[in-house]
Nanobody
């Protein structure tokens, strides 16, 4: 059974930083792209960033480009989201998701491309 678990959420001040982690429990030898999404209060889930299996190809939403950085350590089955220059509009529940069908290229922005999801971690940014 595939499981994803996010951690690292919490409260930050505007201009501050947080690092989220996503640990994947996958079958040995599995390869997969990973995406981060977020769902602000009262809004739909939106794409944040995605990375391919090797970590060499990424795709960022315009709203976070230059502030957020995705990386991965496949020896630890972990994907990281470093968030800097946080703003109140970054407040949301953040989800990581795995896309085994996308390994060479970064997974796309659509929710349907991802087969497995974590439970989410809350990020709150105060002004």
């Amino acid at each position: 059974q595939v499981q994803l678990a996010e951690s690292g959420g919490g409260l930050a001040q505007a201009g501050g930083s947080l690092r989220l982690s996503c640990v994947a429990s996958m079958d040995t030898g599995s390869t997969y792209g990973v995406g981060w999404f977020r769902q602000p209060p009262g809004k739909e889930r939106e794409f944040v960033v995605a990375v391919n299996w090797s970590g060499t190809r990424t795709n960022y939403a315009v709203s976070v480009k230059g502030r957020f950085t995705i990386s991965r350590d496949n020896t630890k089955n972990t994907v990281y989201l470093q968030m800097s220059s946080l703003q109140p509009e970054d407040t949301a529940v953040y989800y990581c998701a795995a896309a085994p069908r996308f390994t060479i290229v970064a997974p796309p922005t659509r929710v349907g491309a991802y087969d497995y999801w974590g439970q989410g971690t809350q990020v709150t940014v105060s002004s």
